[in-house]
């Protein structure tokens, strides 16, 4: 998978667009609740759990927002299974 | 290249030289040496960049850890030993002010603080509503950090070289880190460069603070 580090944009490894990430709150991984059962964490404000993409398979994760397309991600800028993409304009 | 210390990142498109400083990023080179000379990149589709890891040079290293001395004894022992001490006034910003005011529950006398009458705590959201609150302390705004003195200093060691890279670990400067449930983040660390004189702190809003993204 691809993230754009401008867009904020989620793309698979071949370029189709999974989700565009964006917070109304602007909500920090670091302040939201541990699951007991799940790397996920909790967020209160939405009360959702925001998953955590750092060991999820790029199917998987086509699923989880097919099936829900309000889903919330987090992504870790050093995760090693997303690639982050920096895509500027000619 | 070791994925601890680096994130690869995929251009497509120009990137500008200001772009590519920004967001302080580095390549490898012909030989499989990084390099952040910008000049000796022909950019083009789809180059293959690194960002480079905040307190690590691009070749992996460990940056230098400025510390800060925040009482005299810390600076006097600090000097003892040949570092240098570049002395800064605490300045509060206003970027970092928080709201508050004091709300009294009308029925049970409960007192609390909010910075609104909707606030967004840990927990979800908390309204206070005027049928139910009475604002007793009307909003005001407060510096909410607090030091022990109003001045501190930079603790430069005596083999620093000019140019060279580093990492304050312990800020002294107000630098604005972001937002999160109506509080303000003030950053608690950054890179700096040694000018030879002084030390100037490597601060890009937007980029700083920001290691992640939830959404």
Redesign the interface.
């Known amino acids: 998978m ?2 754009d ?1 401008n867009k ?1 944009i989620l793309f698979t490894d071949k370029g189709v667009p999974i989700k ?4 109304p ?5 670091d ?1 939201m ?1 541990e699951q007991s059962h799940s790397k996920n964490r909790f ?3 939405c ?1 959702r759990e ?1 998953l955590d993409t750092q060991n999820i398979s790029e199917k998987q994760l086509i699923l989880a927002v097919k099936k829900d397309d309000k889903t ?7 995760q ?1 299974n997303i ?8 | 290249m070791n ?1 601890e210390l680096a ?10 030289k200001k ?1 590519f400083e920004k ?1 302080d990023l580095f390549v490898i080179d012909k030989n499989g040496a990084a390099t952040d000379i910008y000049e000796d990149i022909e950019w083009g589709e789809k180059i293959r960049v690194y ?1 480079r ?1 905040f307190g690590f040079d691009i070749h992996g290293e460990a940056l230098t850890v400025i510390e800060t001395g925040r009482s005299i004894d810390g600076i006097n022992a600090a000097t003892k030993n040949k570092f240098s001490a570049s002395f800064r006034r605490l300045i509060p910003s206003a970027d970092l002010y928080e709201r508050y005011g004091v709300f009294q529950n009308k029925a049970t006398g409960e007192i609390a603080v909010a910075s609104d009458y909707k606030t ?6 908390i309204r206070y509503d005027t049928e139910l609150w009475d604002l007793v302390l009307p909003f005001d705004n407060y510096y909410p950090h607090h030091f022990p003195n109003p001045f501190a200093a930079y603790l430069i060691p005596p083999n620093l070289k000019t140019g060279q890279r580093v990492v304050i670990k312990d800020l002294i400067e107000d630098f604005y880190g ?4 109506d509080r303000k983040i003030r950053l608690e660390t950054l890179e700096a460069i040694w000018d030879g004189n002084d030390l100037n702190i490597d601060y890009v809003p937007g980029r700083d603070g ?6």
């Open positions: 691809k993230f580090i904020n565009k990430l964006h917070c709150y602007d909500s920090s991984w302040d609740q967020c209160a404000l009360e925001i919330c991600l987090k992504i870790d800028f050093h090693t690639e982050l993409v920096a895509v500027y304009e000619r | 994925d994130s690869c990142i995929l251009v497509t498109g120009k990137m500008s772009d967001q960002r890891r967004y705590e840990r927990h979800g959201e972001g937002e999160f449930w920001r290691n992640h993204a939830v959404g």
